[in-house]
T-cell receptor, first 116, second 111 residues
């Protein structure tokens, strides 16, 4: 059974802290994605990766960075958390290839991050 | 004009009703269309996937694409309380590099 796990369901951090959100998939998928989901704004793509050590900016990369050292793991980093980064963060993975990134995306349960 | 528009609702219907959920899009080059379902406090999961125009049926669910109108629909027949969720439409962008999601429509089916 397909599985995408995220390190925390709920996280509370203070402004200025460095925050790591971890995502692991066990499906040997090539592609991994980080989204944030906000009421009234829907799902917005932050970064994605189609291979180990590769990354591409999505629609809203400002204030975020990512790391993909192993195929199964994709980390989202908030270098200095701010209150406007309070959101639900969703990780996803897909089988894909370099030519298309839109095979079925399987989502993790999400991490609800609150920055105080 | 946003690339994908979806009425956020909420939509409340009684059990057994036929539900119609819709999205419009602006780019006529889009060809791959998806519907995801998201239960409360869970990640989205793929419900239906269609390519180009036409209908696709899966049990009580029918996905419909009208490329001439740039309009996609998801119909739910004999709706059940377990269908209560947020439904997101999604489509592949023109470059084939990412999915563009609608904002989601929240559906509540009462018994």
């Amino acid at each position: 059974d397909v599985k995408v796990t995220q390190s925390s369901r709920y996280l509370v951090k203070r402004t200025g802290e460095k925050v790591f959100l971890e995502c692991v998939q066990d499906m040997d998928h090539e592609n991994m994605f980080w989204y944030r989901q906000d009421p009234g704004l829907g799902l917005r793509l932050i970064y994605f990766s189609y291979d180990v050590k590769m990354k591409e900016k999505g629609d809203i990369p400002e204030g975020y960075s990512v790391s993909r050292e192993k195929k199964e793991r994709f980390s989202l980093i908030l270098e200095s958390a701010s209150t406007n980064q309070t959101s639900m963060y969703l990780c996803a993975s897909s089988r894909g290839s370099r030519l298309t990134y839109t095979d079925t995306q399987y989502f993790g349960p999400g991490t609800r991050l609150t920055v105080l | 004009q946003k690339e994908v528009e979806q009425d956020p609702g909420p939509l409340s219907v009684p059990e057994g009703a036929i539900v119609s959920l819709n999205c419009t899009y602006s780019n006529s080059a889009f060809q791959y269309f998806m519907w995801y379902r998201q239960y409360s406090r869970k990640g989205p999961e793929l419900l239906m996937y269609t390519y180009s125009s036409g209908n696709k049926e899966d049990g009580r669910f029918t996905a419909q694409v009208d490329k001439s109108s740039k309009y996609i629909s998801l119909f739910i027949r004999d709706s059940q309380p377990s269908d209560s969720a947020t439904y997101l439409c999604a489509m592949e962008n023109q470059a084939g590099t990412a999915l563009i999601f609608g904002k989601g429509t929240t559906l509540s089916v009462s018994s």
